[in-house]
């Protein structure tokens, strides 16, 4: 007696029969997507600091080869 997959679609694999359908569906079973959303939305916010840090840099016209300024900029932060 098979499942009713296996019965009527008997060209599919099964899991049982095939070790990488196995772990692909373990895989499957064991995703958890909103790890994944709370790691992108980190990653989001991170880039999100970086181009406001890039911007406010800009708009200060600061000579970033001075190490006088950069001293300074640095006791800001």
Do not use: H
Not at 13 to 36: C, D, H
Not at 42 to 56: A, F, G, N, P, T
């Amino acid at each position: 007696c098979g499942s009713f997959v296996s019965l009527r679609f008997p060209f599919i694999p099964t899991a049982s029969t095939n070790p990488k359908a196995a772990l692909k569906s373990k895989i499957v079973a064991e995703f958890r997507p909103q790890s994944l959303i709370d790691e992108l939305l980190l990653y989001k916010r991170s880039e999100d600091q970086i181009e406001l840090k890039e911007k406010q840099l800009s708009t200060m016209r600061v000579d970033v080869c001075s190490t006088e300024t950069l001293k300074c900029l640095k006791g800001k932060a």
